[in-house]
């Protein structure tokens, strides 16, 4: 099975800021990488596609990059409605999710 | 525009089956590409994907579940299902259906909003 570190588990930061989080895959997956924006009682949602592809309707502050086994997600001025659970995923084989990373307004 | 809603008991007793449909609207479970998923997620915790299947029946599944769960789809109804057998309060969790629409099985669009299921 192909695992998936995400980093940091949580961070707290200020409106405006930028935000980085890390995903790192036990194996190369070339660019089969998501990520996902879930708040509380919601359905994920599908933020980028193929490690750098901004999905349909999404702000463009988010952004995502890397291939192979580290990726990195951005948020280049964090927003408050921004707050929510960030999650990798991998679909090289067969699909699998890190760990979550939550992001709070400091 | 899909739009996924499960249904199912919210309670199940441990070594029983665990069943949860999700009815499709907004386009036909049986178009071409698509693929149609369960994943779940217990309390506070992440997300797990259960298992996938095909517009053309083929399943995928988790190989830490597979020995237990069972996905199919019903076109008359324009649904597919979940089964789940010999829950214990491990089991315990949001299950949510979703689908890719006509991009890779993994790229998960159209999501439901999500059946919580106690063990």
């Known amino acids: 099975d192909i695992q998936m570190t995400q980093s940091p588990s949580s961070l707290s930061a200020s409106v405006g800021d930028r935000v980085t989080i890390t995903c790192q895959a036990s194996q190369d997956i070339s660019s089969f990488l998501n990520w996902y924006q879930q708040k509380p009682g919601k359905a994920p949602k599908l933020l980028i596609y193929?490690?750098?592809n901004l999905e349909t309707g999404v702000p463009s502050r988010f952004s995502g990059s890397g291939s192979g086994t580290d990726f990195t997600f951005t948020i280049s001025s964090l927003q408050s409605e921004d707050i929510a659970t960030y999650y990798c995923q991998q679909y090289a084989n067969p699909l699998t999710f890190g760990g979550g990373t939550k992001v709070e307004i400091k | 525009q899909l739009q996924l809603q499960e249904s199912g008991p919210g309670l199940v007793k441990p070594s029983e089956t665990l069943s949860l449909t999700c009815t499709v609207s907004?386009?036909?479970?049986?178009?071409?590409?698509?693929?149609w998923g369960w994943i779940r997620q217990p309390p506070g915790k992440g997300l797990e994907w259960i298992g996938s299947i095909s517009y053309n029946g083929r399943t995928y599944y988790n190989p830490s579940l597979k020995s237990r769960v069972t996905i199919s789809v019903d076109t008359s109804k324009n649904q597919f299902s979940l089964k789940v057998s010999s829950v214990t309060a491990a089991d315990t969790a949001v299950y949510f259906c979703a689908s890719s629409g006509p991009r890779f099985m993994g790229t998960l669009v159209y999501w439901g909003q999500g059946n919580l299921v106690t063990v």
């Open positions: 193929d490690a750098s």
């Open positions: 907004g386009g036909s479970i049986t178009s071409s590409s698509y693929y």
